[in-house]
């Protein structure tokens, strides 16, 4: 079982930068992939950013692509992503999630594990 808590979310005007943080609990995320996932209202939740459990292979949304960063630090348990250049339609809740499966990283259902999000809000 592996339990994820976001943070580093709040208020920031575009073309600004944000930091998320995504704590980890449990034995095997460092063998776990992990991914960012948003969610704005009204909206499905999208794929943002995933990565491999080594942090060799990353991928990312078509939208964020140049801008986000997304990384981990398996000795420490912690899944980041860095938000460059941010615009207001990046504004969401954002969510961390992990899973064992390296198939489908963009896929939100392939995912077993989710963090409760956090609020990312660009103002213009």
């Known amino acids: 079982q592996v339990q994820l808590v976001e943070s580093g979310g709040g208020l920031v005007q575009a073309g600004g930068s944000l930091r998320l943080s995504c704590a980890a609990s449990?034995?095997?995320?460092?063998?776990?992939?992990m991914a960012w996932f948003r969610q704005a209202p009204g909206k499905e939740r999208e794929f943002v950013a995933a990565?491999?459990?080594?942090?060799?292979?990353?991928y990312y949304g078509d939208s964020v692509k140049g801008r986000f960063t997304i990384s981990r630090d398996n000795a420490k348990n912690m899944g980041y992503l860095q938000m460059n250049n941010l615009k207001p339609e990046d504004t969401a809740v954002y969510y961390c999630?992990?899973?064992?499966?390296?198939?489908?990283?963009?896929?939100?259902?392939?995912?077993?594990?989710w963090g409760q999000g956090t609020q990312v809000t660009v103002s213009s």
């Open positions: 449990g034995p095997t995320f460092s063998s776990d992939n």
């Open positions: 990565i491999s459990w080594s942090g060799a292979i990353t």
């Open positions: 999630a992990a899973k064992t499966t390296a198939q489908g990283m963009g896929v939100r259902h392939s995912y077993d594990y």
